[in-house]
């Protein structure tokens, strides 16, 4: 077959192996239908090439296709039939003899199991060794990607739920950007609801200024917390707290008061703006320090407040176009007929709502920025005003851009219920990070050869990569359990474990006094004699494939479960091959393969936002 046949669109020639094996599946669906094998449609291509994966089990091979069992029936063949026909046209597809072992009989039903070529494998690393990028090829048309995540009410503290939204969207917004896409991240802050209301109510009333002087956010959670039982508490909860009894008797009216104040804050009053405005800079001052300490930056935070001028505007249009419409003095957008509830944007008393400012928002990203995509990272019970939101958007006539929500579950204490303090409040997030950090000082202090300042650093970046790690490890659409015991192991799938990996993997490299930009410059290539050497290798190539299937779905435990195999691959290699103690040309080829796992599992974690230590 000529050299230059007719690829799939979107297929680079020198992609992933994976890219380049559905290549060759897609050349070969092409020849069995002009051959007159199995018609096959041009449209049904890409989901036949989704059948194209890693085998579960290496004794298969490397990847297996498994598209003949869905096509027999229309081919009239039995599957296994068909399977060998199909293998048969693929070792002939252009580019495939380079790449990969002949297809041997097909398996079972009709598995097509593929096995890459050591001489290509052992390339492909050498190559991934050299490269700045460890072999990860960057997508071919990139997108601008809108991530709005963390997006904490800035009012009150940021607690465990702020954690999911902060690590996920950073860990999401990372990986797209290294595959390299455009990222655009947006802080959506909730800078103007009611929880400003219930500050400004509270402050008027018992807010203490030398308090506030001394400790800004401490005053502000405070008045945050007693308004909040004042305005939403239950009854017994009231009671519970003769501070607040007494408070309530004082205040009986509080609800309709906070939301008083709210009103008048989004109406322009002078004095409740000049609050807002002395408020603001404390409230941020905290979250800052809390993604520093996080590692997290935003390109923007375009807070609810920033969109307030664009409301009325929108509700407006809406009217206009006929797609909102009155009922009961509120205006709303009614998606589903006339007798379900309808999408509010506006409420009776004339305020506008979250769903009206996130609808400003779209519009306004979309005017800026132009996105293609823009991803939502929030909890899951939010999935209804997404839901909502996105029909709304779509009637509104918002098109080309893809809205997605991309949900998580809750965060659960050993109880199986939302994770709580003792006292039944919730989690502060820094006192969260402080224990983590405590706990980490705990596991890594046993090294004797580091200064009591790196061990603090060592903590720190122990402490607060067990936190996120435990948290990206979950499929995310899930409840997990937050248990500091658990995510601070030194073995199994935790960040601990992988840093741990990293520090070892360079500990090798030290030993033996390797200078790792020199090892790069030579030309020695990477061997693949032994099979643990090629399982490893392998796991390294796949890096490309792993953040293909991050992104498919926006998921970063697939990054997590790919480093831990990984991991497990180098220990298995470690423990043995010699490495230093090698003969040439074994040795430089071992010590390659070191330096790579070390950059690739760096750069994992590194995509996960979470660092590594030299030592621990
Ligand atoms: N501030 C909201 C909350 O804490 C989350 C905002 C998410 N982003 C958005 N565009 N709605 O629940």
Redesign the pocket.
């Known amino acids: 077959m000529a050299d230059d046949a007719p690829r799939a669109p979107g297929l680079a020639s020198a992609g992933t192996f994976r890219d380049r094996l559905r290549g060759c599946f897609a050349a070969a669906f092409q020849s069995l239908a002009s051959d007159g094998i199995v018609a096959i449609d041009a449209a049904e291509i890409p989901t036949l090439l989704e059948q194209v994966r890693e085998t579960a089990d290496a004794k298969f091979g490397d990847y297996s296709g498994t598209m003949a069992m869905g096509l027999a029936k229309k081919a009239g063949k039995k599957p296994r039939d068909l399977a060998i026909e199909i293998a048969r046209h693929l070792a002939d597809a252009p580019g495939y003899a380079e790449a990969f072992a002949p297809p041997g009989d097909p398996v079972g039903p009709g598995f097509i199991n593929v096995r890459i070529r050591d001489e290509a494998l052992g390339a492909a690393v050498s190559a991934a060794f050299r490269d700045e990028r460890l072999g990860v090829p960057g997508v071919a048309e990139p997108d601008t990607i809108v991530i709005?995540f963390s997006?904490?009410?800035v009012a009150k503290p940021m607690h465990v739920g702020h954690i999911r939204s902060t690590v996920i969207g950073d860990a999401i917004a990372r990986i797209l950007g290294f595959r390299g896409h455009h990222t655009i991240t947006d802080n959506?802050l909730?800078d103007w609801g009611t929880q400003f209301g219930m500050i400004l109510w509270g402050w008027k009333r018992f807010g203490d200024e030398a308090a506030f002087a001394a400790d800004p956010t401490g005053e502000l959670g405070r008045i945050y917390r007693t308004v909040r039982k004042l305005a939403d508490g239950k009854p017994e909860e009231i009671a519970a707290d003769p501070s607040i009894a007494e408070l309530a008797a004082k205040y009986p009216d509080a609800g309709r008061e906070v939301l008083l104040e709210t009103a008048r804050l989004h109406e322009g009053d002078a004095d409740n703006r000049a609050l807002w405005e002395r408020f603001m800079p404390a409230c941020l001052g905290d979250i800052e320090r809390l993604y520093e300490r996080l590692d997290v930056r935003f390109d923007h935070t375009l807070g609810e407040s920033f969109f307030q001028p664009f409301l009325a505007g929108v509700v407006d249009d809406l009217e206009a176009k006929g797609l909102a419409r009155e009922s009961r003095g509120a205006i709303g957008v009614f998606l589903d007929g006339d007798d379900k509830p309808p999408f509010l944007v506006r409420k009776a008393d004339g305020a506008f709502l979250y769903a009206t400012t996130?609808l400003a928002?779209i519009r306004w990203r979309l005017e800026h920025w132009k996105p293609d995509r823009i991803l939502?990272v929030?909890d899951h019970r939010?999935g209804q005003h997404f839901d909502q939101l996105f029909e709304t958007a779509k009637r509104w006539g918002i098109d080309g851009v893809d809205l997605v929500h991309v949900a998580f579950g809750t965060v659960l204490g050993d109880d199986g219920k939302p994770f709580k303090t003792r006292a039944g409040d919730t989690v502060g997030l820094e006192s969260l990070l402080n224990e983590g950090v405590e706990r980490a000082a705990a596991v890594v202090a046993a090294d004797e050869g580091l200064s009591l300042e790196e061990r603090r650093r060592v903590a720190e970046t122990v402490g607060i990569g067990a936190i996120k790690y435990a948290d990206l490890c979950q499929n995310r659409t899930t409840d997990y359990v937050f248990s500091y015991d658990k995510m601070l192991q030194l073995t199994g799938n935790t960040a601990a474990y992988m840093q741990y990996a990293v520090a070892r993997v360079e500990g090798v490299l030290e030993k033996g006094g390797i200078d790792r930009g020199a090892l790069r410059n030579t030309a020695t290539p990477i061997v693949l004699a032994d099979p643990k050497e090629r399982a490893l290798a392998l796991e390294i190539a796949r890096f490309g494939e792993v953040l293909e299937d991050v992104e498919a779905d926006y998921r970063p435990n697939v990054l997590t479960a790919w480093l831990f195999d990984v991991a497990g691959c180098y220990s298995a290699f470690y423990d043995a091959l010699p490495i230093l103690k090698a003969p040439e040309p074994e040795r430089s080829s071992r010590l390659a393969l070191c330096d790579l796992t070390g950059r690739v599992l760096r750069k994992g974690l590194e995509l996960l936002g979470i660092g590594t230590v030299r030592k621990m």
């Open positions: 709005d997006s904490p009410n959506h909730g996130d928002t939502y929030v939010q």
